[in-house]
């Protein structure tokens, strides 16, 4: 089984990881495999690559002008470069082409080329993140080099689409792929061993709470700094990084000084603040929190346990139920930080945030925004004279925290009161369902059980699926989100 894998990039991080993976996981499954981007691999891993220019993201030119055009390069010429460099890496054409994240608007002529592929061998399709979902340029990218919306998201029996997580599997089988084209791959995690890291004592606190992530909008900051306006004495609340792009810079600072001035047990960047590995600092932790508002595969609510820690706070079940339904047990986490809707000035406070953020949000898409959406928005936001902390914006958020301090019994005021803590024997459990479920091996089976029947597949004409029917699901506005925008 020749199997050909392109992405735009291999750079470290998340997509390459999964990529080295696949072709660890296939290596004693008979199956050649090749990975194609857009510029050469500098990892470590036994990857057989090669490079296509042509793949590399779309550039948009920054030359002052507004509505410049993108480079966008030749789809005719990326598909014959394409299969030119898969039959030189792998001795003859590819069974099978695994192609990740076609439609998420990083490479403006690869909706276009994967169309093509299509229509001459089985692909497969893995989406882990989507245009579609707060990404409006990106979708706009799309826009410039496709040369028709109805080839976004082909159908055919010699197509097949990957998902990370329940949300995204139920969003495409309701916008009309069929089940038997469309997968639930969720990502192999790797357990580390933990007998040998010692425990250590941070910055003087006697309970560490750590938030291992880089301090971004969708973290949800000011919902952590929330939890740590009620640490006791001795408590400490630590996020790990500051965020790596400039542009988020402005938000994280300004939640530093926030927590500077409320005087919060909470601390910044303590990667940075301490001569500790990754694996030291998980260890001195009494608990992980998170407070994410979205997530992709969702390590954030597994990783604690493969570190032997309790995890608290935010439940994200869209992401999650597949983690459920596999024995890890999140029973401890909210899905809804609910406070008093006077903290924030009032409903028709938050109904001025939201319209507007509504209407450029739907406008970025080409959507236009009713009085009907912005209810909806509010129904799901507020609920018997609360509203959820995690649908607030930043300003909104710290109007809510100054309240909090200056209450004398603020745990009576919103629920949940607190962050109750997973037992040793839970841990352990969830790490053993980790381990059995989510492995190395368990990723290569899965991964055999798409690929075989689909190389049977004869490639047939080509369908497609309305895009729009996959924008109206992120759109929901049920779902919006002000840190989202």
Not at 279 to 294: H, K, N
Request: glycine share 8%.
């Amino acid at each position: 089984m020749r199997i050909a894998v392109v992405h735009y990039h291999l750079k470290p991080g998340g997509v390459t990881r999964i990529v080295e993976s696949a072709a660890a996981s296939l290596a004693r499954k008979g199956v050649e495999l090749c990975a194609i981007s857009g510029e050469p691999y500098e990892g470590k891993a036994d990857l057989k690559t090669g490079v296509v220019p042509g793949l590399a993201y779309t550039q948009v030119p920054h030359d002052g002008k507004a509505g410049a055009a993108p480079h966008v390069p030749d789809p005719n010429s990326l598909f014959r470069e394409l299969k030119q460099e898969a039959v030189r890496l792998l001795g003859g054409a590819p069974d099978l082409w695994h192609i990740h994240n076609h439609s998420l608007g990083k490479n403006a002529s690869m909706p276009d080329v994967v169309f093509q592929l299509a229509q001459e061998a089985p692909v497969l399709l893995q989406i882990h993140d989507f245009a579609e979902d707060g990404r409006p340029a990106n979708y706009e990218l799309i826009g410039a080099g496709i040369s028709d919306w109805s080839r976004l998201y082909p159908l055919g029996p010699q197509v097949h689409y990957a998902v990370l997580n329940q949300r995204d599997y139920g969003f495409l089988k309701t916008a009309g792929i069929p089940e038997g084209s469309l997968h639930l791959l969720p990502n192999p995690v790797s357990v580390p061993s933990i007998q040998d890291v010692e425990r250590q004592k941070v910055l003087g606190a006697d309970r560490l709470i750590v938030y291992p992530t880089r301090a971004i909008r969708r973290k949800n900051v000011g919902e952590f700094l929330f939890w740590a306006a009620l640490a006791e004495e001795g408590e400490l609340f630590a996020a790990t990084l500051a965020p790596a792009n400039p542009t988020a810079r402005p938000v994280y600072d300004r939640w530093v000084a926030f927590a500077e001035q409320q005087k919060l047990r909470a601390k910044f960047e303590l990667a940075d603040a301490v001569d500790l590995s990754f694996p030291e600092v998980m260890a001195s932790a009494d608990a992980i929190i998170t407070t994410s508002v979205a997530e992709g595969f969702g390590m954030a609510f597994l990783e604690p346990f493969l570190f032997g820690k309790g995890l608290l706070g935010r439940d994200l079940p869209d992401i999650t139920a597949d983690f459920s339904q596999n024995g890890v047990s999140l029973d401890g986490l909210y899905r809804r930080l609910d406070v008093p809707l006077q903290w924030i000035g009032g409903e028709d406070e938050l109904r001025t945030r939201l319209w507007p953020a509504l209407e450029k949000a739907y406008a970025a898409y080409g959507r236009d925004c009713t009085e009907a959406t912005v209810c909806t928005a509010l129904d799901a936001a507020v609920s018997e004279g609360r509203v959820d902390f995690g649908r607030l914006d930043e300003d909104l958020q710290s109007r809510a925290i100054e309240h909090l301090v200056a209450l004398e019994r603020p745990r009576e005021a919103f629920a949940p009161e607190g962050l109750p803590p997973q037992g040793e024997e839970q841990v352990a459990a969830n790490r053993e369902a980790i381990e059995e479920h989510f492995n190395l091996e368990q990723y290569g089976q899965r991964l055999m059980d798409i690929y075989q029947p689909l190389c049977q597949a004869s490639p047939g004409p080509l369908d497609s699926l309305a895009p729009a029917r996959v924008l109206n699901a992120f759109l929901d506005p049920a779902r919006f989100c002000l840190l989202r925008t």
